[in-house]
């Protein structure tokens, strides 16, 4: 009988030896036998964005020059519209401005600037504009709309997580209306132009941190072809806050410079020279 009690007491004593060894678990020093990858987090910047949607309040200072003559061989008198004419000599309005990221290195930027001033002035000096003659002292009203729609694409020669380099081209359709008329004489003038223009594009952006990013950018060309010279400059920089990854604001600079002179007779000869530059307060919608 005490024989029989012995080995209950050994049988027992394994079991709970058994149990506990079951209990302790792997040693703490062993690996997981399919360790998770480690996953890092992107860098949210303009470099890494697939589409932006950008919102802007811009205060410009515009500076217009222009003349319509007779003929090649009757000029018109040169004027300064905002001086002369009495139109604006600065805007407030808000311009919009698309981003599509069609590949890794492929951007196609999508913009619009716009200005339809009007004024009325006794002018101080005789204007002759495109073969009518208005009289100093004379009260005029004038108009002068000016728009310019551009399409550029860029290729990102130079792409890493903090800095992004690209060179491509532009196209720019420009459509351009000016109109005076003289109230005292009751007679007016007025011409137009529309066409596209192209030109070289550089782009630029710098990540400075998780939240800071630096962007700039430059599109110029001047060509003369049959008798129509025509330059075109545009020019941005900007400082971006990234709020939270899909929304950000932002300070930046504009200047748009564009020249125009035809001088052939089988149109109405004349030109137009606008610059128009300022600071911006934008929103930017991204993700």
């Given at each position: ?190 011409t137009s132009g529309v066409g596209a223009f192209p030109t070289p594009a550089l782009d630029g952006t710098w990540a400075i941190s998780q939240r800071f990013a630096w962007t700039a950018r430059a599109q110029y060309l001047r060509a003369t072809v049959h008798g129509i010279t025509g330059s ?56």
């Amino acid at each position: 009988m005490r024989v029989v009690f012995v080995l209950i007491a050994i049988l027992f004593g394994e079991a709970c030896f058994a149990a506990e060894s079951d209990s302790s678990g792997p040693a703490p020093s062993a690996a997981p036998r399919h360790p998770y990858p480690k996953r890092e987090r992107k860098l949210a910047s303009p470099i890494t964005d697939h589409f932006s949607l950008r919102g802007t309040f811009f205060r410009a200072a515009l500076n217009t020059e222009l003349h319509l003559d007779s003929s090649v061989n009757a000029p018109g008198t040169l004027v300064n519209a905002e001086h002369d004419l009495g139109l604006k000599g600065d805007l407030n309005q808000g311009r919009m401005e698309l981003i599509f990221r069609l590949r890794e290195r492929h951007r196609l930027r999508v913009d619009y600037f716009g200005s339809d001033r009007d004024g009325d002035r006794a002018i101080g000096q005789d204007i002759l504009f495109g073969g009518h003659t208005f009289m100093s002292g004379n009260l005029v009203q004038s108009d002068l709309q000016y728009s310019m729609l551009g399409f550029t694409y860029t290729y990102s020669v130079i792409r890493t997580e903090r800095f992004e380099l690209g060179a491509g081209l532009g196209v720019h359709l420009l459509q351009a209306d000016a109109r005076g008329t003289d109230v005292t004489l009751q007679q007016n003038a007025e011409t137009s132009g529309v066409g596209a223009f192209p030109t070289p594009a550089l782009d630029g952006t710098w990540a400075i941190s998780q939240r800071f990013a630096w962007t700039a950018r430059a599109q110029y060309l001047r060509a003369t072809v049959h008798g129509i010279t025509g330059s075109l400059g545009d020019y941005h920089t900007d400082l971006q806050y990234r709020w939270t990854p899909y929304f950000e604001l932002g300070l930046g600079y504009e200047e748009i410079r564009a020249q125009l002179s035809v001088q052939r007779s089988s149109t109405t000869p004349g030109g137009f020279t606008l610059g128009v530059k300022g600071p911006e307060l934008f929103f930017r919608v991204s993700f």
